[in-house]
T-cell receptor
Framework: NAGVMQNPRHLVRRRGQEARLRCSPM?????VYWYRQLPEEGLKFMVYLQKENIIDESGMPKERFSAEFPKEGPSILRIQQVVRGDSAAYFC??????????????FGNGTRLTVT | DAKTTQPNSMESNEEEPVHLPCNHS???????IHWYRQLPSQGPEYVIHGLTSNVNNRMASLAIAEDRKSSTLILHRATLRDAAVYYC????????????FGKGTKLTVNP
């Protein structure tokens, strides 16, 4: 069984470019979470999505960041006009249902974004 | 969600047991205790979770205090591969619909 797949593993962008990070959840999982980890810091929640719906985006920066989880295909985290401060590891996690409080979240191995 | 307190770092020797403590004095009756770990350059990995009773799985054991105000993750025989940051997190039905990570405990395993 494939786990949570994130690609690319490494992404280099110049300031002002756009970054698109993809996350394919585990088979049968319809809930996706995105987290960001700045260098030498902890994991910070960004957004929680179900298929075609954003449930909680309280951790998303107000500008330049957006996320989607379409009916078909992977979840996408999009960062427009990247700046150096966006350099971080971005992790995606998935779960099969709302009862994650009593079951594991499955994480991918992340996309490491470097902005030059 | 209730908060947890963990030591910043701990050290262990290979092949020895490791007891990682977590305090959660404001835990409520419906809060579950979860442990995740993050190995270097990898995403977090689920370790174990429980509500009231002690739990065992192939990775570790979770010992929960009778008053539930603290818990201990037990690695029975540490290996070098267990060197990671370990996070103790509380979740509850009807609470925040996400895992909130603290700073965790960085475990160093000496050969």
């Amino acid at each position: 069984n494939a786990g949570v797949m994130q690609n690319p593993r490494h992404l280099v962008r110049r300031r002002g470019q756009e970054a698109r990070l993809r996350c394919s959840p585990m088979k049968g999982h319809s809930h996706v979470y995105w987290y960001r980890q700045l260098p030498e810091e902890g994991l910070k929640f960004m957004v929680y999505l179900q298929k075609e719906n954003i449930i909680d985006e309280s951790g998303m920066p107000k500008e330049r960041f957006s996320a989607e989880f379409p009916k078909e295909g992977p979840s996408i985290l999009r960062i427009q006009q990247v700046v150096r401060g966006d350099s971080a590891a971005y992790f995606c996690a998935s779960s099969p249902s709302l009862s994650f409080y009593n079951s594991p979240l499955h994480f991918g191995n992340g996309t490491r974004l470097t902005v030059t | 969600d209730a908060k947890t307190t963990q030591p910043n770092s701990m050290e262990s020797n290979e092949e020895e047991p490791v007891h990682l403590p977590c305090n959660h004095s404001t835990i409520s009756g419906t809060d579950y205790i979860h442990w995740y770990r993050q190995l270097p350059s990898q995403g977090p990995e689920y370790v174990i979770h429980g509500l009231t009773s002690n739990v065992n799985n192939r990775m570790a054991s979770l010992a929960i205090a009778e008053d539930r105000k603290s818990s201990t993750l037990i690695l029975h025989r540490a290996t070098l591969r267990d060197a990671a940051v370990y996070y103790c997190i509380l979740t509850s039905q009807g609470g925040s619909e996400k895992l909130v990570f603290g700073k965790g405990t960085k475990l160093t395993v000496n050969p």
